[in-house]
């Protein structure tokens, strides 16, 4: 009906290519709200009045420094006198991984989510090749023995891609007669259904807990891993199955922790 119709804006949010070189690890995200760029003065931080914006990103060295008894992380952002720092409280870190998750292969495609920080990296093996930042359920992390369907949480354990859907109907609900849905979802990846990686074009907020337990992407970004991931989908095809279909190849793996 059209009274229940309404325009979205997509989302322009992207994140940051690391096999294209935009960025390497480590590197921090600036969720929820921008925040203020400091240089180091003397035995004391000082603010330079700029900011990094909500869901920018800068480059880390690895270097941290306690001064006034607070963490600061040191950029690699320039300023007038020297490095950028950024409070360790107002920075989402995205460290390396160095050892690759139990039962997945050395050159295996697979997805680091992270519930409490709102982050996906995408590795192939041990190389990181994209990081950014995503919804999971806003109920945030899983307590074992509930229904994370009902509680709005995205499960927490090492899964693989069942299916890759160009556009699927989404809806909290079952049946025929649903109250709610959404229509076309672009750029689904099923890994523990009802659980997927997908777009959502009706939100701004990654890096925030919002979806009702899926993994939700910023447009740009959904479509990029839906091309980088296993299994492949042709350019005519609807979508594919992953896991258990021999012949569409591998299959990347979803891990997620919280």
């Not at 490095?83 to 390396?96: C, K, Q, W």
């Not at 093996?125 to 229904?147: C, E, I, K, Q």
């Not at 896991?243 to 299959?251: F, I, L, R, S, V």
Request: net charge positive; aromatic share 10%; hydrophobic share 35%.
């Amino acid at each position: 009906p059209a009274d229940r119709v309404r325009p979205f804006k997509p989302s322009t949010f992207r994140g940051a290519d690391l096999a294209k070189g935009e960025a390497k690890l480590p590197l921090a995200f600036m969720r929820v709200k921008a925040r203020p760029k400091y240089a180091r003065d003397g035995e004391t931080m000082t603010p330079t009045g700029a900011s990094w914006g909500v869901r920018t990103w800068v480059e880390l060295t690895g270097t941290s420094e306690v001064v006034g008894q607070k963490r600061w992380l040191q950029t690699r952002e320039q300023g007038d006198v020297g490095p950028l720092y950024v409070a360790e409280d107002d920075a989402t870190v995205i460290n390396a991984e160095t050892e690759l998750p139990h039962g997945l292969q050395p050159k295996q495609k697979w997805f680091l989510v992270r519930i409490t920080s709102g982050t996906l990296v995408a590795y192939e093996g041990l190389v990181p090749t994209y990081a950014t930042l995503v919804s999971p359920g806003v109920g945030g992390v899983p307590v074992p023995g509930r229904d994370p369907v009902k509680d709005s949480t995205t499960p927490i354990g090492t899964f693989t891609v069942t299916f890759k859907d160009r556009a699927a109907t989404m809806s909290p609900e079952k049946g025929k007669n649903r109250a709610f849905w959404i229509a076309d979802v672009p750029f689904t990846q099923y890994f523990n259904p009802p659980f997927a990686l997908h777009a959502a074009y009706w939100h701004e907020r990654f890096g925030e807990l919002v979806s009702a337990g899926c993994v939700n992407l910023s447009p740009i970004d959904a479509e990029r891993m839906f091309r980088w991931s296993d299994p492949q989908v042709p350019a005519e095809w609807q979508g594919a199955t992953g896991a258990g279909a021999k012949e569409n190849g591998p299959t990347s793996a979803v891990v997620v922790r919280r």
